[in-house]
């Protein structure tokens, strides 16, 4: 059974950072597409950024792109998200995801998920 554990949640100020990782099991993603995405109450997911270990591409939304850095450990499985210079917009519940193929920015196209961590930005 396919298992996505997130962590590194917290409540942070405005400009500052937090480093979420995502522990996969079950399957081995090391040549898969592993991403995140985040979710504000009454809005739908929104993809945030994704590492295709294939093409060893990495893919971000222009919201977070130039402050968040998205990197893989391929031996131990897993995720990382480093968010930088965060912001109030950046508050919501972080979803870890994977998918088994390339890069894809739509929550339809990953059928693993992990349970969220929260993430909030307020001063």
């Known amino acids: 059974q396919v298992r996505l554990v997130e962590n590194g949640g917290g409540l942070v100020r405005p400009g500052g950072s937090l480093r979420l990782s995502c522990a996969a099991s079950?399957?081995?993603?090391?040549?898969?597409?592993m991403a995140w995405f985040r979710q504000t109450p009454g809005k739908e997911r929104e993809f945030v950024a994704a590492?295709?270990?294939?093409?060893?591409?990495?893919y971000y939304s222009d919201h977070v792109k130039g402050r968040f850095a998205i990197s893989r450990d391929t031996a131990k499985n897993t995720v990382d998200l480093q968010m930088n210079s965060l912001k109030l917009e950046d508050t919501a519940v972080y979803y870890c995801?994977?998918?088994?193929?390339?890069?894809?920015?739509?929550?339809?196209?990953?059928?693993?998920w992990g349970q969220g961590t929260q993430v909030t930005v307020s001063s």
């Open positions: 995801a994977a998918r088994l193929g390339g890069y894809k920015s739509t929550t339809r196209d990953y059928p693993y």
């Open positions: 590492f295709s270990a294939g093409s060893f591409g990495t």
């Open positions: 079950g399957r081995d993603f090391t040549h898969q597409t």
